[in-house]
């Protein structure tokens, strides 16, 4: 995610789940005492406790949309593979801003409850561990809830913006980055309208006036990277690097006006591919969308921004082109490699930033040395108002994108820049190469970054890297003892 330049000028293996289902199993027997009442579960994410689900493990969702119009709920079945990780003799899912009219578990219907933003699942016989199970849901997508993501209206049709924590605000689902699965969306709309998801097409059929498209994910994805759009949209496609397949989603009246900027995508990738290594997923584009957000959002293999960016008068190219870079650089840091828990975010926004930055460096001569300075002079401001990189504070209530503070922009690139101060530039670029390549298609933590940092460097930066990711104040940074980090005013 970056944030949209009215707000700011500078942007911004499934883990195996913990498995351990805390609910009481119901006895039998005559006068025993009654189960406890459903209530909303999560992971134990610091800064989300809610969300995700213990218990069981995500393999594949198979969604189905019947979009109308974007003033309307969806009609909507959700199916779900997933594997039991303990014995349930219940199970949550989260979702919110929808109704919910059938469950079936494995084929036969099972009663369900609400409970907070979440819905408790009571299958009819008790899912053994280790066993594979279905759940199909009948659900409503509703669009008309404004603010805190999910689907966002356009002037003609909707997208999606789930990050942080909206992803179950339009399907059922275990609603945590450490849950990645394999995502297979089917969307009906009027034929005369274009809808565009994550992944390949996979199949278009129209029947009478409407028409059904289909389009599955190669790679495991997190649920707040998911992305549908439909509206009227123009689709160019081209080749990038390799032959990659790329294609943007444009609204169709701008098509020409907005070819400056598609256009520069093959190149966009073929740079950060020198940086990093190979493109980690099956296709990749811009979706460009009439809408406002406040922030771009890099969903998987189609990263959404707003048109303002591309059409108000006022941005530098340079300035555009490196939010595209910070967008497309999260493709393989936060995407193909996806943070454990959300306090593990400065690993996604630290790196985009930081490539963000080294672009805007060698395009136009805006030096990464003096951002940095800057960053650190403001860096125990930034800690003060959000917390240490590896360490944020918790949201706002009310808010759930308030932990993208700039301390996990570039008080976080700040860290990075530290390490490469420290390790040396070549020992740096091996370290980010081996990340990506690593845990591609994962998850992965703070104490594996350092533990990455240690085996390469070949010394320990468990002790160096400490006061850097959790500390309240900025250590010394290496290389530049003239450097001071200003107090935060009373």
Do not use: C
Request: hydrophobic content about 40%; charged content about 20%; proline content about 8%.
């Amino acid at each position: 995610m970056s944030h949209s330049p009215e707000r700011s000028p500078r942007r911004r293996r499934s883990a195996r789940r913990r498995a351990a289902l805390v609910v009481a199993a119901a006895s039998l027997v005559l006068g025993a005492a009654a189960p406890p009442a459903p209530g909303a579960l999560g992971v134990g994410d610091r800064l989300f406790p809610h969300l995700g689900n213990p218990g069981y493990d995500i393999a594949t969702y198979d969604i189905s949309f019947d979009y109308r119009a974007n003033n309307q709920p969806l009609d909507t079945v959700t199916r779900i593979v997933a594997r039991a990780g303990a014995k349930l003799d219940r199970f949550n899912l989260d979702f919110t801003h929808g109704t919910v009219s059938s469950v079936e578990v494995n084929g036969v219907a099972a009663p369900f409850a609400p409970a907070g933003e979440d819905v408790v699942v009571t299958p009819a016989h008790t899912l053994t561990s280790g066993t594979l199970f279905t759940v199909t849901v009948h659900h409503t997508s509703d669009p008309r809830s404004e603010g805190e993501g999910g689907w966002v209206a356009t002037g003609d049709g909707l997208v999606m913006a789930n990050q942080a924590d909206a992803g179950h605000r339009v399907f059922p689902g275990s609603d945590h980055p450490s849950d990645k699965a394999m995502f297979t969306f089917r969307v009906t709309a009027p034929k005369e309208l274009t809808v565009v998801a994550n992944g390949l097409p996979a199949g278009r059929e129209t029947e009478g006036a409407r028409t059904t498209w289909t389009y599955r994910t190669l790679h495991p994805m997190a649920t707040e990277l998911a992305q549908i759009a439909i509206g009227r949209f123009a689709v160019p496609e081209h080749s990038g690097p390799g032959g990659l397949k790329l294609r943007d989603v444009v609204p169709s009246a701008d098509r020409k006006a907005l070819e400056t900027w598609t256009a520069k995508t093959p190149e966009h990738v073929a740079w950060m591919e020198k940086k990093v290594g190979h493109y980690p997923f099956e296709t990749y584009g811009v979706l460009i969308a009439d809408a406002s957000t406040g922030f771009e959002l890099e969903t998987q293999t189609l990263s959404l921004f707003e048109r303002d960016l591309f059409t108000k008068p006022g941005f530098p190219a340079w300035y555009v082109e490196s939010v595209m870079v910070h967008e497309l650089s999260h493709q393989w840091f936060g995407d193909s490699v996806s943070p454990r828990v959300w306090s593990d975010l400065w690993l996604n926004e630290g790196h985009a930033t930081w490539y963000e930055a080294q672009y805007a460096e060698e395009r136009s001569g805006r030096k990464l040395a003096d951002r940095m300075h800057r960053a650190y002079e403001l860096s125990d401001r930034m800690r003060a108002d959000g917390g240490p990189p590896a360490a944020p504070t918790p949201p706002v209530p009310g808010k759930k994108i308030s932990i993208f503070r700039p301390v996990v922009y570039d008080g976080s690139a700040l860290v990075l820049y530290a390490l490469r101060q420290r390790i040396g530039a070549a020992a740096f670029d091996r370290l980010e190469r081996a990340w990506v390549q690593r845990h591609r298609d994962s998850t992965a933590s703070t104490a594996d970054f350092v533990a990455l940092a240690t085996e390469v460097s070949g010394q320990d930066q468990s002790r160096f890297l400490r006061p850097w990711l959790y500390g309240r104040h900025t250590p010394p940074m290496p290389g530049h003892p003239d450097w001071k980090a200003a107090p935060k005013p009373a």
